[in-house]
């Protein structure tokens, strides 16, 4: 039955042919390109001599991109520079040929838009090089950098791209290549102190400043290494050879550090010492877990750029400070004026450092004697940058509370401060230029890593579902997942499911995720650090904001929530955005993390009256009711009866213009307006909760959202018959009998409309009478009790006519041609299904029309008149297809599917039953096993079938 009711692989590798120049396989493991000194390709252990200029330049253009495509563009400037042939792609063709023929066939692999060179990047040494260095400043551990430094530099045979025969080659990549070089070569050196004799290290020094005589970075140490072995003459001396050296080339004195050492040296008594800097940072955590793109952000931060600056910012709990000491410790050899570092204690138990005593402490760190310090915070701040200016010191500033605190501390160009706070430090961002890094909670996978590192994979892989839902529960938040690891591992006989049995009851969840010795570690208090430093005003509309039942919220619903006008709730929430109390993912929109709500609804139970919780309920619930009321004026304007009176708004509700903008509106709060009739109805506000559970069910069909829509009619009904509430019944019965039909339930729908019909009955006996008989139709026609269907949906129609009203007559009309075709009473149900088509035309309604239409196409078909029956069915779906109404096309397409295999077409039937099947599976809609059925009757071979039955 049909019949509508109302409502690409690498190349395999070549061998080698005999001869010179040998040939081949660059795609082969054995080959290897050294461009680091003279250029070279070695396969097999033995070389392959490339004899044109042009062919080395091509090959060390691929190689630097091995693996990858090269562009056009790109191979030439490589090749020729500036002054390319007037045929590129003939010349580049000509030459990819002869090298091919040189070294393998399938050396280079052509792309649409270049070449590619079949080989591993690890062959090619440069590349090898360049991502050694980067293993190498990833580890954090000493003896594994310098392991890898080592290593790298291992691979070093000269002057970059020697006989390459690229200019433009080797002015991008020299300097690149040399400037990586060098700076291995000195982290090494500092690496090699106490394990490398400093006679070494001299020799190597010496012989590299020879080699670099303007790379002040490599005098610096020579220097250093000299007077740290007791060689202070040699070391004045070669101070004062490069200082001549810079006065003779450049006219300049040496650099600031370079200046101070010899200060040192020129006064001190006995063998000088190596300067003292602080080195004050905090150990670095152990098993320090995620955040890639943050740390590779903080990477590119050049000491004392342009900026200088960066504010790590993000709430509580998301392991701020964790990233920012984790990060100092792995580049701390890139500054020479040492670390500094404070925990500024902004959001803390303790009162917050002032600028005060905190410039006096990095002061006397820098040895400034306690009694010469200035007495004002101005002076303390010149005195700083003054010690500090040019030195290469990295200072860290945990926990800063507001940009007042940070501003006097900043020590100026030529160092780098990272500001860790639960402020968005929105001053320090704009005035003085930092750049900003905002934390957000981990993505499921560091997320799961970091509960490895306290429970042990092999316990997490036993309860994968737990773990996904413990990362759920903790969202994502690092610091409480920390805890709870602590607490699995503490309890290593609990099961992780049981863990997250204690975690799911919300008023429970902040006590477990706690230590009780360490206020560090207690979420709740660590929260409350920030909310004690809001004012009142913004204090009281987070609290309120915990009654919010959506994921994210509008800036409109959150001022209804807290009865403030947008301009008030839009500064209120901005206060809480740059705490970090709230998210703002857009300029209108608001979230909490998961548990910041929780502890927002910890305190709007505690620190506010019922009085005041209920005045903010009602206001949240007027303002979506009035919404969705304007949004069903385009879904389902039938559906806003006499009997929808609305509450005053107070704040407007949203104005809609068209039918896309209103579907986007609901899409994206349809957990906050489910989740809404809910709360209406347990806090006694059941007008309400019925009311919206009645106009959101036109969005529920449409999108096809079938469990919200039995959920909340069901709530609405139990709401309105614990209240006694009759015309809210009719209403709420009625809607959760549509929703049993639209899923197929026929039984469990006539149960509601009874109850419904009953509630009726028991009222004005008119409000919604003939909507609930015109639904008994469909439960009976879904139940094939055909003429008993017929029978409600005659008296429906009766009773629409008698009382005027005039939409629910073709409704009404349809289900009588529905239950009609049912009988196979096939003429008389074309009539009905036409006389709905037209009256739904007359009201504007497009869609109820063209289902209409599909009836009068199944009951011509029915009666015979296949040619009718096709037009009809044709422009049913042609106009349900411009209206994007997949879900109707389902019934159309089943009728002309049937109409094409009983006139002999059965691969335009399978088509149609094929496209309906999908419908139905994208959809999740119950009609899959019959229109399986109907397939499965599709001849697949032989003779057309025009005899098929009429199902």
Known sequence: MSARPSDATLPSSGSASGGAPRRANLGATTIDIRLLGPFQVIAGGSPVVLTSSRQRALLATLALSAGRLVSIDALARGVWGEEPPAHIRGSLQTY?????????EETVVTEPDGYRLVVD?????????????????????????????????????????????????????????????????????????????????????????????????????????????????EALARYAGLRALLADELGVEPGEDLRRLHAELLTADTEPAVHTVPRQLPFDVPGFTGRGPELAELDRLPPGGASGIVVIEGTAGVGKTSLAVHWSHRVRDRFSGGQLFLDLRGHSADTPVTPEAALAGFLRALGEPAETLPSTVEERSALLRSRLAGSRTLMLLDNARDADQVRPLLPG???????????????????????????????????????????????????????????????????????AGERASRFSGVSLAGIVEELRDQRLRLDTLRDPQDAGTDLRAAFSWSYKALRPAAARFFRLLGLHPGHGFSLSSAAALAGADLREARELADQLAAAHLLNQPSTDRYQFHDLLRVYAAELVETETTAAERAAARRG????????????????????LTDDITLGAAP????????????????????????????????????????????????????????????????????????????????????NLGSAYLRTLQPDKALEALEEARAASEAGDGTALAVAILSNLSGAYYVRAEYAEAERYALQAVRLARDHGQRTFVPHALLNVSASRIGLRNYDNAAEAAQAAHQAFADLGDRYHAALALGNVAEALEGAGRQDEAEKAGLEALTELKELNADYGTIDVRITLGRLKLRTGRDAEAREHWAEALTVCQRLGDPRIPEIRALLATVPTDGPPSRDAPYP
């Open 96 to 104: 990819v040929m002869r090298l091919r023929r040189l070294c393998g």
């Open 121 to 233: 990047p690890s062959r090619v040494d440069a590349l090898r090089f360049l991502r050694t260095l980067d293993q190498a400043a990833a580890a954090t551990e000493p003896a594994r950098r310098r392991g890898l430094l080592t290593a790298a530099l291992a691979a070093w045979g000269g002057a970059p791209l020697e006989g390459v025969g690229s200019p433009a080659l080797a002015a991008e990549w020299g300097p690149l290549l040399t400037e990586r070089y060098l700076f291995a070569v000195e982290q090494r050196i500092d690496l090699d102190a106490g394990l490398v004799p400093d006679a070494r290290l001299v020799a190597e020094l010496t012989d590299l400043v020879a080699q670099h005589p303007l790379r002040e970075s490599l005098w610096e140490r020579l220097v250093r290494v000299l007077a740290r072995s007791g060689r202070r003459a």
């Open 413 to 483: 160009p030529g160092n780098l401060v990272v500001v860790t706070s639960r402020n968005q430090l929105r001053g320090i961002v704009a005035r003085d230029g930092a750049r900003r890094i905002a934390l957000r909670s981990f993505d499921d996978q560091d997320a799961t890593a970091l509960l490895a590192g306290s429970v042990g994979p092999q316990r997490l892989a036993a309860e994968p579902d737990a773990v996904a839902e413990l990362v759920q529960l903790c969202g994502r938040l690092p610091l409480a997942l920390a805890l």
């Open 620 to 639: 949240l619930l007027d303002w979506y009711l009035a919404s969705v009321a304007e949004g069903t004026k385009l879904v389902r304007p039938d559906l």
């Open 651 to 734: 704040v407007p509700a949203v104005r809609f213009t068209q039918h896309e903008q209103t579907i986007a509106w609901y899409t994206t709060e349809r957990t906050a307006l489910t989740a809404l009739v809910g709360v209406a109805a347990e806090n006694g506000f059941t007008a309400h909760a019925w009311k919206l559970a009645w106009l959101l069910r036109g969005f529920f069909a449409e999108r096809h959202d079938r469990d919200d829509w039995i959920t909340t009619a069901r709530t609405a009904v139990a709401a309105t018959r614990d209240a006694g509430d009759n015309t809210g019944l009719q209403y709420s019965a009625n």
